[in-house]
């Protein structure tokens, strides 16, 4: 069974630029959840979608969003760049979603580098 | 914010001896994980120990849970320098409807 696979795995975008991540989860999973890890505020939780419908969302400007298509396949923007945006993007699926989380299943992430 | 703070930042140690890292966390749970992170890599998940459990083993792998102290320990034994990674724990929280909320992680470091 594949995995979680993310694209691009590397990215370079200057200040002001948007950006679009891409997440499949493995199939039969139909929560997406995306983290943001940075050296400084570690690992943050973005949104997590279930059946095309966003379930929960962390603590992140509305530059940051999401959606979920009906093949349960995810895709995260961030508009207007900022450097600070610059951070490893995960995504992460599972079987299960509200309530009790099971185990996430994570993709090997996108690399955000903004000059 | 956080839910889980770990302890230590930071564990070196040699081939063979027991690595033990724990965690704190703030409110009630549902369950506690633990995922270990490869530098620059994906989380993988190790062992997840629920609410009403105590202790659970996986292999090299011995986690405790004290709902009590709101703590838990991973206990990793006759660790190899394969061992050397991230070490995070990650809380559902009964009231964040479905999210896991990660620590800051432990940097473990096993010495050949």
């Known amino acids: 069974k594949a995995g979680v696979t993310q694209t691009p795995r590397y990215l370079i975008k200057t200040r002001g630029q948007q950006v679009t991540l891409s997440c499949s989860p493995i199939?039969?999973?139909?929560?997406v959840s995306w983290y943001q890890q940075t050296p400084g505020q570690g690992l943050q939780f973005l949104f997590e979608?279930?059946?095309?419908?966003?379930?929960n969302k962390g603590n992140f400007p509305g530059r940051f969003s999401g959606r979920q298509f009906s093949n349960s396949r995810s895709e995260m923007n961030v508009s207007t760049l900022e450097l600070g945006d610059s951070a490893l993007y995960l995504c992460?699926?599972?079987?299960?979603?509200?309530?009790?989380?099971?185990?996430?299943?994570f993709g090997e992430g996108s690399r955000l580098t903004v000059l | 914010s956080q839910q889980g703070e770990e302890d230590p930042q930071a564990l070196s140690i040699q081939e063979g001896e027991n690595a033990t890292m724990n965690c704190s966390y703030k409110?009630?749970?549902?369950?506690l994980q633990w995922y270990r992170q490869n530098s620059g890599r994906g989380l993988v998940h190790l062992i997840l120990i629920r609410s009403n459990e105590r202790e659970k083993h996986s292999g090299r792998l011995r986690v405790t849970l004290d709902t009590s102290k709101k703590s838990s320990s991973l206990l990793i034994t006759a660790s190899r320098a394969a061992d050397t990674a991230s070490y995070f724990c990650a809380t559902d929280a009964n009231n964040q409807g479905g999210k896991l909320i990660f620590g800051q992680g432990t940097e473990l470091s096993v010495k050949p």
């Open positions: 992460a699926s599972s079987l299960v979603a509200g309530g009790d989380t099971g185990e996430l299943f």
């Open positions: 409110t009630s749970i549902n369950n």
């Open positions: 979608y279930f059946s095309e419908t966003q379930r």
């Open positions: 199939s039969g999973h139909r929560s």
